[in-house]
Every structure is written in structure tokens, then in C-alpha cells.
Antibody, heavy 118, light 110 residues
Framework: EVQLVESGGGLVQPGGSLRLSCAASGLAFRDDWMHWVRQAPGKGLVWVAHINGDGRTTTYADSVKGRFTVSRDNVKKTLFLQMNSLRGEDTAFYYC???????????WGQGTMVTVSS | QSALTQPASVSGSPGQSITISCTGTSSDVGGYESVSWYQQYPGKAPKLLIYEVNNRPSGVSNRFSGSKSGNTASLTISGLQAEDEADYYCSSYTYHGTRVFGGGTELTVL
């Protein structure tokens, strides 16, 4: 079964850091572009970042550039999102997703909740 | 990176057809054959319905179809069913090498 499972969410104070993980199973992973997408409670989807298969190409939304870093371990089939200098507006469910098609994500995790609050 | 523009809500009766629009610019929707559509139920992860404007992944009902004209893409759901009641999002690749989503449309089946 193709599956993505996120972990690492939780409550963190403003200015703090958190590292999210996304474990993949049932897919090749090393050839896949991977994305992070977030959704604040009751709000819409917002693209956060993506990374190519070998990890050498990364792109970020302006709202997280310089604060978030996406990386991957193809041996462990795991995607990461290092989040620093967290703000209240970063509070959201964070989903990892695979680009099974060139511009679309066909496999999504169940999401992990990040709450930034004092 | 402004969000693509979708209507906040649409509604229709069972059996009818509805269309959800997604408007962007020549730097995203109009510039690439990259529009995708997702369905999301409350508390669940999004599900891919359409990729590259008008292609359905295996397993997605042929009641869902996509199209594009200029800077506006559209998702049409024909033969509306109660189970189609959900939120729908469009997405596009952008000139900056990023992705952008629409604000989402809540579909109500009357």
C-alpha cells in the first residue's frame, strides 16, 4: 500500500523550532518530487515547499523562505521540514504529498498539526 | 504568490451539473497546462481529481472533468451526488517555479 505518514507536530512557542517528518512506504520515493502543504484550521490549502528526487533542488513559498528548510533521506524514504522562527500564522495542519504527476500530487499523508502559541 | 480565485461556495441538486471556476494570471493558470483539482472532506487529506487541466487519475469518476480557457480553469461535476458535497481546490504551477492553490470552494448538494 502506498502511504505517507507525517509526524513531529505539536505545540511550540513563537520563535521556536520544530522538525516534521514524513515516512513513505509502497513507493519508489527517490525519483519523486515531494511537497509540503499546510492548512490553517477552517482555511484553505497553502503550498509551502518542494524538493526534487535527489534533494538538490528546493523551492519555498515567500511566507516561509529563510525560516523553513525541506530535506530528504532517500535511504530511509523520509521527507523532512525544519521549521525555525515559528510565528502564530504558521499554525496549521501540515501535509506531505508526492508529485505522482508532473504538476499534481496524487498521494497525501494524513497531516500533522502544528500550533504556535505562548 | 496570491492565491488563485475560486467562488467561496456553489450548490446544486442531485443529478445536475455544476462548474467551479479558478482564475489566475498568465504567470500561472494561463501560462502552463498544469492545473490540478482536489477534493477534500472535513478532517481528511485532499484527493487528486484532475491533473494537467483535463486528465483523471485512475479510479476517479468520469463525472469529474476539467478545462481551461485563458487564465481561467474550470472543474465540472456532472450527475451531482450527495457524496460530492465537499471542498474543492484548484492548483497551478507558477512562473516562479512554485505552486499556488485556489482559496477553495464549498460544494453543497441540495
Amino acid at each position: 500500500e502506498v502511504q505517507l505518514v507525517e509526524s513531529g507536530g505539536g505545540l511550540v512557542q513563537p520563535g521556536g523550532s520544530l522538525r516534521l517528518s514524513c515516512a513513505a512506504s509502497g513507493l519508489a520515493f527517490r525519483d519523486d518530487w515531494m511537497h509540503w502543504v499546510r492548512q490553517a484550521p477552517g482555511k484553505g490549502l497553502v503550498w509551502v515547499a518542494h524538493i526534487n528526487g535527489d534533494g538538490r533542488t528546493t523551492t519555498y513559498a515567500d511566507s516561509v523562505k529563510g525560516r523553513f528548510t525541506v530535506s530528504r533521506d532517500n535511504v530511509k524514504k523520509t521527507l523532512f521540514l525544519q521549521m525555525n522562527s515559528l510565528r502564530g500564522e504558521d499554525t496549521a495542519f501540515y501535509y506531505c504529498a508526492r508529485s505522482g504527476y508532473r504538476y499534481a500530487s496524487d498521494v497525501w499523508g494524513q497531516g500533522t498539526m502544528v500550533t504556535v502559541s505562548s | 504568490q496570491s492565491a488563485l480565485t475560486q467562488p467561496a461556495s456553489v450548490s446544486g441538486s442531485p443529478g445536475q451539473s455544476i462548474t467551479i471556476s479558478c482564475t489566475g494570471t498568465s504567470s500561472d493558470v494561463g501560462g502552463y497546462e498544469s492545473v490540478s483539482w482536489y477534493q477534500q472532506y472535513p478532517g481528511k487529506a485532499p484527493k487528486l481529481l484532475i491533473y494537467e487541466v483535463n486528465n483523471r487519475p485512475s479510479g476517479v469518476s468520469n463525472r469529474f472533468s476539467g478545462s481551461k480557457s485563458g487564465n481561467t480553469a474550470s472543474l465540472t461535476i456532472s450527475g451531482l451526488q450527495a457524496e460530492d458535497e465537499a471542498d474543492y481546490y484548484c492548483s497551478s504551477y507558477t512562473y516562479h517555479g512554485t505552486r499556488v492553490f485556489g482559496g477553495g470552494t464549498e460544494l453543497t448538494v441540495l
